[in-house]
């Protein structure tokens, strides 16, 4: 049986990627302006569509700009090291489950943020090596692009890509913007989710639990 789990919201508390932007503005302070002001525009967009991943992609694009492979890299080890011991941000249930299924073969990681920095945080978690499915960047001279945003619907995209079964039978999310992952799966467990994502989960029809956040 199959488990996914989404990262932001599920297995972190914290927003990798926003921690990973911070973490960049307290040495690139001036771009805090424009980066507010694509963060504004995101919250408001709906969570599914096109709108909110687009506002998303400028935000890493700018707060990013300039930055080489090795440098991001090394600023995602130190961003995982703080989110993976920072108290109240993993949940113990959430995350013995992710470490049953990652013994078992059973599980796999999809989430919107980037790859390296997944990696580095569910190393430090003790689940080295299990599935990711995460955005990829492609690094220039002007810094990192997404050359994949895996959001929406490019997470189920990827998961019927990857498996000659794509059914999954449990989803861990807290974001109406997996629904069509969520449409893959036998079952889908909402995280401490919001109101707002609640609402578009019951609009379309999939079925789900809710469960609230338990921390450490």
Not at 106 to 133: K, W
Not at 167 to 189: C, G
Request: glycine share 6%.
């Amino acid at each position: 049986m199959t488990t996914a789990f989404d990262l932001d919201g599920v297995l972190s508390r914290s927003d990798t990627m926003a921690s990973m932007i911070l973490a960049r503005l307290r040495v690139k302070p001036w771009l805090a302006v424009p980066v507010a002001v694509l963060a504004l525009a995101a919250a408001l967009a709906p969570a599914t569509g096109t709108i909110r991943p687009r506002c998303n992609r400028a935000i890493v694009h700018t707060a990013l700009a300039g930055m080489g492979r090795s440098e991001y890299i090394h600023l995602a080890g130190t961003v995982a090291e703080v989110l993976a011991v920072r108290v109240g941000n993993t949940a113990p249930k959430i995350l013995a489950e992710l470490r049953r299924t990652h013994r078992e073969g059973s599980g796999f990681v999809t989430t919107a943020s980037e790859y390296h920095l997944a990696a580095a945080f569910l190393r430090l978690l003790g689940v080295d090596g299990i599935p990711i499915r995460a955005s990829k960047f492609r690094f220039s001279a002007t810094g990192p692009r997404f050359v994949r945003h895996n959001v929406g619907d490019a997470k189920a995209d990827a998961r019927l890509r990857s498996s000659t079964q794509p059914q999954i039978n449990t989803l861990y999310t807290d974001s109406a913007s997996d629904l069509p992952l969520a449409r893959l799966s036998a079952h889908t467990v909402l995280v401490g989710p919001s109101a707002r994502s609640v609402r578009a989960f019951e609009q379309s029809g999939v079925p789900f639990a809710a469960e609230p956040w338990e921390s450490s």
